[in-house]
């Protein structure tokens, strides 16, 4: 028996539970403002965890068409799908885990960075039997995280021995606080590596990711490299940068539920409705990255932020209602009028209307999990602008 879906089912959409709407114009256009902002440094694009959760083909080709021509990734197999739809680009692998990477990195022409004397050391041995290849150099200049220590950067620098398979076309490092820029650290992050580029005169110099590029020039050096700015995600408390709205998530309403002042709501009835209310039950939850930490209540994260998650409906912010639960959450749309909202209407869950950050701030993370904690039951669409025109592919 064959349980394929038909091809031409129809409302294929409205089958899913939850849909995403992702503007390739709106990527592209904050791809460019970042670039802009990076001044006489070319721009990179970080696509790694799958485009942040929005399908690295897409995003991918829509940057490569809008002009760059560098991309960085977390993993080899990343990076050898991201080569499928940018041919001529370099590719960097920046969690560079050897032995074995070697057979994507030579295969797929992927440069991987790094990011230890012993990861060096093996490069150097690979390229001795199969032949010189690209790498990076990741230098730690105060996270420590991954990367040579600056010591160790400039003794390969000055070291004319070193292996003739060392020999890279970027030295790169990451900084800490840039989110923060009053932090102090990002002034020694800087001057720390200051001093190793200028042992690596004739190599492309990286130190700034999302937030990095609007600390200003200082940091730019050859090539900035953003990330969650690209998304629309914001990167740094300073909140000024131009940057447009991306994804748009939204969640179908199932069914709404009349209910009476004192009922409560969702699992451990922690929620006591303090009025007669309308709740509008919602096909989305955890185990699609709608994150149980947004609970109404029922959580201990609402000991320490006292307001849960909440949605858009109809020009109406509507609150979550109890706790989020793995396939389902309730909204309380009593406040949205009645021939307004009906069972099959979406709500917003983050976009436009409710900033990706903000629904952050109320799950206490950040805009970068929400994306790629995004799971694979949205309907996803790719527009055109406000217009909402499909995008090709």
């Not at 969702?266 to 096909?283: F, H, K, M, N």
């Not at 209307?353 to 952050?360: P, S, Y």
């Amino acid at each position: 028996m064959n349980f394929d879906l038909p091809q031409d089912l129809p409302d294929w959409e409205q089958s899913f539970g939850a849909r995403l709407t992702i503007d390739v114009d709106a990527l592209a256009e904050n791809w460019r403002t970042l670039s802009a902002l990076s001044g006489r440094a070319r721009c990179a694009a970080v696509v790694k965890a799958d485009g942040y959760g929005l399908g690295y083909a897409e995003v991918a080709k829509t940057l490569y068409a809008s002009g760059c021509r560098d991309f960085f990734v977390a993993t080899a197999p990343e990076g050898a799908r991201v080569r499928s739809v940018a041919p001529d680009a370099r590719i960097f692998v920046m969690n560079c885990i050897l032995p074995g990477i070697e057979k994507l990195c030579f295969g797929y022409d992927l440069v991987p960075v790094l990011a230890s004397m012993e990861h060096v050391a093996a490069w150097a041995h690979i390229c001795a039997e199969r032949g010189d290849h690209p790498c990076a150099l990741q230098v730690d200049t105060g996270m420590n995280r991954l990367g040579v220590t600056c010591d160790e950067a400039l003794a390969l620098a000055a070291d004319i021995a070193r292996p003739a398979g060392f020999s890279p076309v970027l030295v790169m490092s990451h900084l800490a606080c840039s989110d923060d820029p009053d932090n102090p650290m990002n002034r020694r992050q800087l001057e720390a590596f200051r001093r190793v580029a200028a042992a690596y005169p004739e190599v492309e110099m990286s130190l700034a990711a999302s937030a990095g590029i609007i600390l200003g020039p200082d940091y730019h050096f050859d090539l900035t490299r953003p990330g969650i700015a690209i998304y629309g995600g914001r990167a740094s408390s300073d909140r000024r940068t131009p940057l447009g709205t991306v994804v748009t998530a939204e969640a179908q309403i199932m069914t709404i539920r009349e209910a009476r002042a004192g009922d409560a709501v969702s699992y451990g009835a922690t929620a006591q409705l303090e009025r007669d209310s309308r709740i509008a039950v919602c096909s989305v939850g955890y185990a699609d990255g709608y994150l149980r930490s947004l609970s109404g209540s029922g959580i201990p994260l609402r000991s320490a932020i006292k307001s849960g998650g909440y949605a858009w409906c109809a020009g109406f912010r509507v609150p979550v209602l109890g706790r989020v639960t793995m396939d389902i959450t309730a909204f309380d749309v009593t406040d949205v009028p009645r021939s307004t909202v009906r069972p099959g209407d979406f709500i917003e869950l983050f976009g436009d209307n409710v900033l990706l950050d903000e629904v952050a701030e109320c799950a206490g993370t950040i805009g970068y999990e929400l994306l790629t904690s995004l799971g694979y039951r949205y309907h996803r669409r790719y527009v055109r602008g406000q217009a909402g025109q499909d995008a090709d592919g």
